[in-house]
C-alpha cells in the first residue's frame, strides 16, 4: 500500500527561538532549520512499515518555502520513495496546509497518511484533524501504536486519561505522538542516494487551492521573565498565597 | 553541562574559503560533492556527533577502557555507539566505492573528524586508525589483502591499528626489535609493541594490526624494516573469520587523558609466532607507514580544533551562566554573568580566534590534499602535494600545541571549578595533552618542517606561499580604512616569516643544530602567520559576503571582529617568534647538557 507522510521545516529544536524586534513573529533568517520532530516520527513510521513488508511507496510532501526541498531529502534520506513540495512564500496556515495535502491526497490515492500531531513552532496542533475531516475519513490523533490488518488498522492514542485502543478503516489519517517510534540517524549512503530520488514541485494555484490566511496575529512577544521566588513560613501562608495572591484556589 | 553543538556555519565558511569547494567539484569523482551535498552531510554528521557521541564522552572518561586477562572492555554504551556510527556509514566516508564507500573528498571527511573529536576524542581514534590502515593497504597493498580486508575495514565491521613503538624505539623507529620470520604463504611474527591504540577491544569483531618488524638479514636501522598485515583472527580464503592468532593484550596503559580509548601493550608471538603477511616489499615499511602517518597527522591537527572548539563551547556555556561580582565600574546593582568581565571575554575571544584560524588551516590543508590526489594535471598534483606536505607539520604541530592552550583557557574560564573534575572542563585538557605527542611530537613535526620541507628545497614553497600571502595586500588595501590595521600587522608578519625562513635556508645545512634549536618556534611562527593570512582572507570573504541579499550578518560580522582580534590580538607574536629563530639559538645551546 501506499502511505503519504508529511513534513514541516521548523527552527531546529537546538536552536534558542528570538522574537523578531518589531513583533511580527520569530527570527528564521539565517537560523538553522530542521525537520519538525514529529513529523520525523511520521516518516520513521512509514520507513518502518515499508520495512516490514507492510507498505511499498511512501511520498513525502512539504509545503512552504524552496528550502523545504532540503527537509524533503532528509525525508528521502530516512527512506521515503520520493517528495512533492508545494512550494510558496506565503504564510499557509493550517487550513491552508490540510486543502494542500486533501489535493495532493486526491492525487496520489495513498491508503494511509501519516502525519505530525503538531509543529514546533506554532504548535497548532490542527493539520492533521483538518485533513481527516476535508476527506471524510477515520483520524488517529495522537499516536503511539499503529498495526495494519487489511483493510484497517490498530490503533494506539494517548489522551488524558490514559491509552485509548481503536480499529479504524482505512484509507486513514493518523497523527504521531512521541512515543510511536524513535526516529533513526540518516545514513551516510542513503544521504547520497537521496540525492537521486525525483522531488516534484508545484505551486498552490496549480492546485487551485485558496491558501489565503483566515487568521491574523496581532503581536509576538518573549514570555515574561520569572522573577525570583519567596519563601513561606508554613502552609497555611502559602495557601493565602495561592488563595489571594496568584488566585489559583 | 554543556551539549556539542557542531559549528555548521563556520565548517561550511571554512569549506567554501579555504578548502575551496567549488574548485574540488570540478575535480574527478567530485561532481556531486557541492555546497547543498557538504550541508546535508555536516547537518546528519552534527545529529550524531550531538546525539549519540558526545553524551558518551564523559561517562568514558569516567569509566575509562577495562582490561582482565587479555581482553579489553570499551566503556559501556561505546560498542554500541560504534555499531551506529558504522551502521550510518560513517566509517566509509572517503573509503573507495570499489570496496563499499563513499569515495567522497578529504575537504568533506576532515570537519567531520572534527566534529567526531569534539564529541568524543577518546572514541573515534578507533575509526581514525582504520581510516588509516585503509590508507597503507591501498597504497602498497597487494590486490590479494586487499581484497580480503578492505569491505569489512570499509563497512567498520573491522577495525585496523598501527604497531610502530617498541620499549626501546619510540621516536627513534630505527631501534624496532619485533622479528618476522617467512614460513610458507606467511610469516611469524614474535616481538612487544607498546602505545597501540585501539589495540584490542569489544566493538568489532576483529581487529587488523599494521606491524613494523625485521625480517631475517634485513639491513640495520629504518632501511630494514618491514610491514605486516596481522589480524587479531586468521582469515580464511573466503573472508570469514578463522582461527584466533598468536597475539596478547598484555595490559593496557593508565594514562593522563583519552580514557575511554585503551592504549595496549600487545605481545606477538608468545606460543608458536603471529602469523602475518607482508604488505608491499620487503624493508619498505616506514615509507609506508609514512604515507598513512602524514595523513594521519592531519587527522591529529583535526583532534587539536575538536577539542578546541569542545573545551570552547563548555567555556563559553560556563560563562554565560555563572554569576560572578558586578559589572566592571558598578558599585551597586545586579550582579552579572562572567562573560560580562573584559578578562572572561578577551579569554573567549583568543579561544574562538585561535580555533577559527587552525580550522581554516586545516581545511586549506584537505583542500590541497584533494587536488594533490585527484587533480587531472600532473603539475598541478605536484604543487598541490608541495603545499600539503609544507602544511601537514604545521597543521600537526601548531593546531596541536595551541589545542592544549585553548583547552587550558577553557578551564581557567572555570577558576576553581575547573580544576575540579565535576565541571568536565579538565577532560578536554587531559585529552588535548596526547595530541602534541603521538604521531610524532612538535618537536619531531618542526624538525620535519625546517629539514624534509624547508630545508631540502631552499625554501622554495615555503617562500612561494610566502609571496602567496603578500598577494592578499593589494586586496586589503583595496577595502581600505576598515581593514588599515589588519592590513599593517599582516604585512610585519608575513615580512617576520620570511626573515625567519631566509635564516632557515641559510643556516641549516651549516648550523643544523642551530636551526633545531629553533625549530619549534619557527613551526608556531609559520602556524601563527598562516592563521593570520587566512583570518586576513576570512574578513573580506566575510566584508563582500554580507552585502549580498539574505546574508547572515550576525555571522560574518563576528567573523570580521574575530579576524580584527586575531591580527590585532595574536599575529603580532610573529615578530617575537622570528626574533627567536634568527637569534634565540645561541642561547638555547650554550648550557652543555653536564651543566644542568
Redo the contacts between chains.
Keep these: 500500500m501506499k502511505v503519504l507522510v508529511t513534513v514541516k521545516r521548523v527552527i531546529d529544536p537546538y536552536v534558542k527561538v528570538r522574537v523578531k524586534s518589531d513583533g511580527t513573529g520569530v527570527e528564521t533568517a539565517n537560523v538553522k532549520m530542521a525537520m519538525n520532530p514529529f513529523c520525523e516520527i511520521a516518516v520513521e513510521q512509514a520507513v518502518r512499515m515499508k520495512e516490514a513488508g507492510i507498505v511499498t511507496e511512501i511520498v513525502a510532501v512539504s509545503v512552504g518555502v524552496q528550502q523545504c526541498q532540503e527537509t524533503l531529502r532528509t525525508a528521502m534520506a530516512m527512506g521515503a520513495d520520493r517528495g512533492i513540495l508545494v512550494e510558496t512564500t506565503a504564510d499557509v496556515q493550517p487550513l491552508g496546509v490540510a486543502k494542500l495535502v486533501k489535493a495532493i491526497i486526491d492525487r496520489e490515492q495513498p491508503k494511509l497518511v501519516i502525519m505530525g500531531k503538531q509543529a514546533i513552532d506554532d504548535d497548532s496542533n490542527q493539520a492533521g484533524q483538518m485533513v481527516s475531516a476535508l476527506l471524510g475519513w477515520p483520524q488517529s490523533a495522537f499516536t503511539s501504536a499503529i498495526a495494519v490488518n487489511g483493510d484497517s488498522a490498530d490503533v494506539t492514542r494517548e489522551i488524558d486519561g490514559g491509552l485509548e485502543k481503536l480499529t479504524i478503516r482505512l484509507p486513514a489519517v493518523v497523527t504521531t505522538d512521541l512515543r510511536l517510534n524513535e526516529p533513526r540517524y540518516v545514513t551516510l549512503p542513503n544521504i547520497m542516494k537521496a540525492k537521486k530520488k525525483p522531488l516534484e514541485v508545484l505551486k498552490p494555484e496549480a492546485l487551485g487551492v485558496d491558501i489565503a490566511p483566515r487568521l491574523k496575529t496581532l503581536k509576538v512577544e518573549e514570555p515574561p521573565k520569572r522573577s525570583a521566588g519567596v519563601k513561606v513560613a508554613d502552609v497555611a501562608e502559602l495557601v493565602a498565597k495561592l488563595k489571594n495572591e496568584a488566585r489559583v484556589i | 553541562m554543556s551539549?556539542y553543538?557542531a559549528p555548521?556555519k563556520d565548517m561550511q565558511f571554512a569549506i567554501a574559503e579555504f578548502s575551496g569547494i567549488e574548485g574540488i567539484t570540478a575535480l574527478p569523482g567530485c561532481s556531486?560533492v557541492n555546497a547543498?551535498?557538504v550541508?546535508?552531510?555536516l547537518?546528519?554528521a552534527g545529529?550524531?556527533a550531538?546525539?549519540?557521541l558526545d553524551p558518551l564522552n564523559r561517562s568514558g572518561d569516567k569509566q575509562g577502557a577495562r582490561w582482565h586477562d587479555g581482553s579489553v572492555n570499551a566503556p559501556d554504551g561505546f560498542a554500541e555507539a560504534y555499531r551506529?556510527f558504522t551502521?550510518?556509514?560513517?566509517n566509509?566516508?572517503a573509503a573507495s566505492q570499489e570496496y563499499g564507500g563513499?569515495g567522497l573528498p578529504h575537504c568533506l571527511a576532515l570537519p567531520l573528524q572534527e566534529m567526531w573529536n569534539s564529541a568524543n576524542m577518546a572514541f573515534c581514534l578507533c575509526p581514525m586508525l582504520t581510516t588509516g590502515v585503509q590508507e597503507a593497504l591501498t597504497h602498497h597493498g597487494s590486490r590479494e589483502l586487499l581484497d580480503l580486508y578492505m569491505p569489512k575495514l570499509v563497512s567498520g565491521e573491522w577495525t585496523g591499528t598501527m604497531n610502530l613503538t617498541e620499549p626501546q624505539a619510540g621516536s627513534d623507529l630505527s631501534a624496532v626489535r619485533t622479528a618476522a620470520a617467512p614460513e610458507s604463504g606467511h610469516y611469524r611474527i614474535r616481538g612487544t609493541k607498546i602505545f597501540i591504540t585501539w589495540g584490542e577491544h569489544d566493538m568489532a569483531e576483529n581487529i587488523v594490526h599494521l606491524v613494523l618488524a625485521r625480517l631475517p638479514g634485513a639491513p640495520e636501522g629504518v632501511k630494514g624494516i618491514s610491514m605486516f598485515l596481522v589480524p587479531k583472527y586468521l582469515v580464511n580464503a573466503d573472508g570469514s573469520r578463522g582461527a584466533r592468532n598468536d597475539i596478547r593484550c598484555v595490559s593496557i596503559e593508565h594514562k593522563l587523558g583519552i580514557h575511554g580509548s585503551p592504549t595496549c601493550v600487545l605481545a606477538y608471538g608468545d606460543r608458536a609466532g603471529a602469523i602475518g603477511h607482508l604488505v608491499g616489499e620487503a624493508n619498505r615499511g616506514l615509507e609506508y607507514m609514512f604515507t598513512m602517518m602524514n595523513h594521519a597527522r592531519l587527522g591529529v591537527g583535526m583532534e587539536g580544533v575538536g577539542i578546541a572548539e569542545r573545551a570552547y563551547q563548555h567555556a563559553l556555556e560556563y560563562a554565560r551562566t555563572r554569576v560572578q561580582g558586578r559589572a566592571i565600574g558598578q558599585r551597586a546593582g545586579d550582579r552579572v554573568t562572567i562573560i560580562h568581565h573584559p578578562d572572561v571575554r578577551r579569554m573567549l575571544m583568543t579561544m574562538r580566534a585561535r580555533i577559527e584560524a587552525m580550522r581554516a588551516l586545516g581545511y586549506l590543508a584537505a583542500g590541497e590534499l584533494d587536488r594533490a590526489k585527484r587533480h587531472p594535471d600532473a603539475e598541478a598534483r605536484g604543487r598541490h602535494q608541495a603545499r600539503l606536505d609544507l602544511l601537514t607539520p604545521v597543521v600537526k604541530g601548531w593546531c596541536t600545541e595551541l589545542a592544549v592552550e585553548v583547552a587550558s583557557l577553557g578551564v581557567q574560564i572555570h577558576g576553581g571549578m575547573g580544576f575540579i573534575e565535576e565541571t568536565g572542563a579538565a577532560q578536554y585538557l587531559r585529552d588535548a595533552r596526547i595530541t602534541t605527542i603521538y604521531e610524532g611530537t612538535t618537536g619531531i613535526q618542526a624538525n620535519d618542517l625546517i629539514g624534509r620541507k624547508v630545508g631540502a628545497e631552499q625554501g622554495a614553497t615555503a617562500l612561494a606561499l610566502v609571496a602567496a600571502m603578500r598577494e592578499l595586500d593589494a586586496a586589503l588595501a583595496a577595502v581600505g580604512a576598515p581593514f588599515a590595521s589588519m592590513r599593517s600587522e599582516l604585512s610585519r608578519a608575513v615580512d617576520a616569516l620570511e626573515v625567519a625562513t631566509r635564516w632557515l635556508v641559510d643556516h641549516y645545512r651549516a648550523e643544523p643544530e642551530a636551526a633545531a634549536a629553533v625549530a619549534v618556534p619557527y613551526l608556531k611562527l609559520f602556524g601563527t602567520v598562516a592563521g593570520g593570512w587566512l583570518m586576513a582572507r576570512a574578513a573580506l570573504a566575510a566584508a563582500s559576503r554580507r552585502e549580498a541579499p539574505?546574508?547572515?550578518?550576525?555571522?560574518l560580522d563576528a567573523k570580521l571582529v574575530t579576524a580584527r582580534f586575531y591580527l590585532e590580538h595574536l599575529l603580532p607574536e610573529a615578530a617575537a617568534l622570528s626574533a627567536t629563530v634568527t637569534r634565540g639559538a645561541p642561547s638555547t645551546l650554550a648550557l652543555q647538557p653536564e651543566a644542568f
Design positions: 551539549t553543538t555548521l556531486e547543498d551535498l550541508e546535508a552531510v547537518a546528519e545529529r550524531f550531538q546525539g549519540v551506529q551502521a550510518a556509514g560513517w566509509g566516508l563513499q539574505g546574508a547572515d550578518r550576525a555571522f
